[in-house]
């Protein structure tokens, strides 16, 4: 049984197409691209893609939380809201993945939306590439 539970749950259960962490590097909302400001309620500043939900973090720090089906032959991510099934909380999305890009690109109810993400690695997170260190003998503030 907890074999069994380990792949269905686990470290061994699949993981999605898009697993990942998505950094917003462009973002086109109906045609006009918004700059990254902290206080933007709009704009998104991350998309992590995980094996049991699609979180979307917006500028200033509020998540929303999807569940996510995607169509690897046709390229669509579909976003739909665990709690809520109007359209309003329904994205469906082309996407582009090359490399470390990825592109998305549809629409949010009656609003056109065009991102462009850059794909981070866990390399590229400072607490998995510093390592740990119980004793510092200089102060590591970032």
Avoid at 17 to 43: C, M, S
Wanted: hydrophobic content about 30%; cysteine-free.
């Amino acid at each position: 049984g907890a074999y069994e539970g380990q792949r269905k749950w686990g470290k061994k259960a699949p993981k999605p197409a898009l697993y990942g962490i998505y950094e917003v590097e462009e973002f086109v909302w109906n045609n006009d691209t918004l700059p990254p400001l902290k206080t933007d309620t709009i704009r998104w500043d991350k998309l992590v893609v995980d094996k049991y939900s699609t979180v979307v973090y917006y500028m200033d720090g509020r998540r929303s939380y999807f569940k996510n089906e995607t169509d690897t032959i046709a390229n669509k991510l579909i976003l739909s809201s665990y709690n809520d099934d109007s359209s309003k909380n329904y994205h469906e999305l082309h996407y582009i993945l090359k490399d470390s890009l990825f592109d998305i690109d549809g629409r949010k109810d009656q609003d056109s939306l065009r991102v462009k993400f850059r794909i981070k690695k866990r390399e590229d997170y400072l607490l998995l590439n510093r390592g740990f260190h119980w004793v510092n003998d200089y102060p590591f503030n970032r």
